[in-house]
């Protein structure tokens, strides 16, 4: 099956509140989608954990081990539905449920080939641009409106083609990132190393470079620069005998004070403090 073959059969959508973390795996008949409206937590899918917070969106085919945690008493809100990518099984109208290891029954399963793109579990945090067209299919859903379904069937397959758009996005820049990464891995000694320098040869602004690198890892661009730099010195002043200054200089500070002042931040000690501790 092809995604210009793609005509999703829904059998149900709805808001749904947790209250409760589920302790056991279920596993899908049909595909299924959430949207984190509400809340934080842990989703467990097939023996991996991936952190959910509003606006993370996952999709999950048909066999998948899932479940969720999160604190008790934080209340949890998710856009959830079930479907076919195909219309061909829509005789079986009424949600197929879910099942647990124990109890699941092959024989349920509505069998037919996914497309490549949507045959494995995806997972998109700030999914905005699918929000809009999930909402409509479900409201769709629940009046039963003339036409429902095919309306319904529309919008989602816009949120499922919008989704993969996201994902060859995020592809494009984590590729993006580790560039970046590597690029300050190999050029960390040069003092003229800097956001600046480093967007540059990107070709890209600064702002935008130093919020992607933050939006994927959790650090800012200039955090990253200065971590690698303070990681190295650590290595030279452990298996060296170079001075702190020299240390400082061959790992890019251009200011011996500014060295001292982020190495102690860092570690809470000073430099030769620190070569002090690694002599055994």
């Known amino acids: 099956m092809t995604l210009e073959k793609l005509n999703p059969f829904i059998r149900h959508a709805q808001l749904h509140a947790y209250h409760h973390a589920t302790r056991e795996d279920s596993i899908c008949y049909d595909c299924r989608l959430f949207y984190a409206k509400q809340g934080c937590g842990s989703f467990h899918v ?34 959830v539905l079930n479907f076919d990518l195909t219309s061909e099984f829509s005789t079986l109208s009424k949600s197929l449920g879910i099942a647990t290891r124990s109890t699941f029954d092959a024989q349920k399963l509505p069998v037919y080939e996914l ?28 009046r039963k409106d003339s036409y429902y379904k095919l309306f319904a069937s529309g919008y989602l397959k816009l949120a499922l083609i919008q989704l993969l758009c996201e994902q060859r ?18 050029h960390y000694q040069s003092p003229e190393l800097n956001n ?21 890892t959790g650090r800012t661009l200039h955090h990253h620069l200065i971590e690698y730099r303070l990681h190295m010195a650590r290595h ?27 190495f102690r931040e860092r570690t809470g000690i000073t430099p030769l403090q620190y070569r002090k501790s690694m002599v055994i």
Not at 120 to 140: G, K, Y
């Open 196 to 216: 600046d320098a480093i967007a540059a040869h990107f070709s890209y602004h600064p702002y935008y470079l130093s919020d992607l690198i933050k939006r994927h």
């Open 169 to 186: 996005g995020e592809k494009s820049d984590y590729r993006l990132v580790e560039g970046v990464l590597e690029y300050i891995r190999e």
């Open 115 to 142: 497309p490549e793109e949507l045959s494995n579990i995806i997972i998109q945090r700030n999914a905005t641009t699918v929000l809009d067209p999930i909402e409509r299919c479900i409201r769709l859903f629940l």
């Open 46 to 79: 097939n023996g991996e954990i991936h952190p959910f917070n509003p606006g993370t969106l996952i999709f999950l085919p048909p066999r998948s081990e899932y479940r969720f945690s999160f604190p008790e008493g934080v209340p949890i809100g998710f856009y």
């Open 236 to 262: 030279y002043l452990a298996t060296t005998n170079r001075s702190v200054a020299a240390v400082a200089e061959e790992v890019g500070f251009a200011s011996y004070t500014y060295f001292i002042k982020k």
